[in-house]
């Protein structure tokens, strides 16, 4: 049996629609046709040859994000069963087929049932951000209610998420984001901050009397995680999934304030603390039922006839919301 999936052959070249053979389910996995695949900025640099940390060879099938339906199980399954309608973060790096494709086999512990009030689509946007946030806000910051949180690039992929998981979690939150942002940010429950024109110094000082916020979480990197360095409080924490460049220790140990790195990939590369990824969305899950979390999507539709324009709209910039592709 054969499927239609998107191959790269080589960097920065054509996403070529390929007929492979339907991958057949081992041992802990389960056989998902795929509905919908969920773009994200790493699938770009994966794809120009610019991310030798998610170990993803040629020739390759992007997609890290997925939402579709269980059609067939592994031996030792036992927590799905055909017909469920499923989301995960389950492949696209370290040499895993991607999403892609219409079909793919998925380690189930990867996977959670998809939230019954999102559609394919909304749930495939959600499994890298759910966990980029779950992992920084959660299990490294430890949020709890009452606290103060900003996140940096609020109405970013990661950021969206991250404000209305902070929400949810009871802080009082707050974002930083462009000025045509402001009311997204604001309509996820955050005090909106337009870091273009309002220095770090400055809204430290009118939003906390200087105080710093109790934890920053970092989506955008680079001179934006010195920035969170110097919006924290004293004895406050940092989490960045993105703090990969050189930065000045100083203004944080000045607060002696703590950080936390977040590197999503490590139990697809590894295959270490896979269930973990199914706990996180299972918690995504119970969060959108309860209506505390709803994806932002761009509008525009695309197939895998057309999903080449996805990634066009991403690198240059176009995106508003997360980009889907339609698999079937």
């Known amino acids: 049996m054969s499927m239609q999936a998107l191959v790269l052959n080589r960097y920065n070249g054509p996403l070529e629609l390929t007929e492979l053979s339907v991958p057949q389910p081992a041992q802990g996995q389960v056989l998902v046709r795929i509905a919908a695949s969920g773009l994200n900025p790493l699938d770009t640099k994966i794809r120009a040859g610019a991310a030798a940390h998610a170990k993803h060879p040629l020739p390759l099938v992007l997609g890290i994000d997925m939402a579709?339906?269980?059609?067939?199980?592994?031996?030792?399954?036992?927590a799905f069963k055909v017909g469920d309608e499923v989301y995960g973060m389950t492949g696209g790096v370290g040499g895993i087929q991607g999403s892609l494709a219409q079909?793919?086999?998925?380690?189930?512990?990867?996977?959670?049932?998809?939230p019954a009030n999102l559609s394919m689509r909304e749930a495939a946007a959600l499994p890298l951000a759910f966990i980029t946030s779950y992992a920084g806000i959660v299990d490294r910051?430890?949020?709890?209610?009452?606290?103060?949180?900003?996140?940096?690039?609020?109405?970013?992929?990661?950021?969206?998420?991250?404000?209305?998981?902070?929400v949810a979690l009871g802080a009082k939150v707050f974002a930083t984001a462009s000025s045509r942002d402001q009311d997204i940010v604001a309509g996820f429950g955050a005090t909106p901050i337009d870091y273009k024109t309002q220095p770090v110094e400055e809204y430290v000082a009118a939003l906390t009397q200087g105080n710093g916020f109790d934890v920053?979480?970092?989506?955008?990197?680079?001179?934006?995680?010195?920035?969170?360095?110097?919006?924290?409080?004293?004895?406050?924490?940092?989490?960045?999934?993105?703090?990969?460049?050189t930065h000045t220790l100083a203004p944080l140990s000045f607060r002696e304030a703590?950080?936390?790195?977040?590197?999503?990939?490590?139990?697809?590369?590894?295959?270490?603390?896979?269930?973990?990824?199914?706990?996180?969305?299972?918690?995504?899950?119970?969060?959108?039922?309860?209506?505390?979390?709803?994806?932002?999507?761009?509008?525009?539709?695309?197939?895998?006839?057309?999903?080449?324009?996805?990634?066009?709209?991403?690198?240059?910039?176009?995106?508003?919301?997360?980009?889907?592709?339609?698999?079937?």
């Not at 079909?103 to 998809?114: G, R």
């Not at 989506?219 to 010195?226: C, E, H, I, N, Y």
């Open 103 to 114: 079909y793919a086999a998925v380690d189930a512990d990867l996977l959670a049932l998809k």
């Open 216 to 245: 920053v979480a970092d989506t955008v990197g680079g001179t934006t995680l010195d920035a969170s360095f110097a919006a924290v409080k004293h004895f406050g924490h940092v989490v960045s999934a993105l703090g990969w460049g």
């Open 258 to 328: 703590t950080y936390s790195g977040v590197f999503t990939l490590h139990p697809l590369l590894t295959g270490e603390y896979r269930a973990h990824h199914g706990e996180m969305l299972r918690e995504a899950t119970r969060l959108a039922e309860a209506g505390k979390l709803q994806p932002r999507l761009d509008p525009r539709r695309f197939d895998l006839a057309s999903a080449g324009l996805a990634y066009d709209a991403m690198t240059g910039g176009t995106a508003r919301g997360k980009m889907v592709v339609d698999i079937g």
């Open 141 to 166: 910051a430890h949020v709890s209610p009452g606290q103060t949180v900003l996140v940096q690039g609020g109405a970013g992929g990661v950021g969206h998420v991250s404000v209305q998981l902070a």
């Open 68 to 78: 579709g339906v269980v059609v067939a199980l592994g031996s030792g399954v036992s």
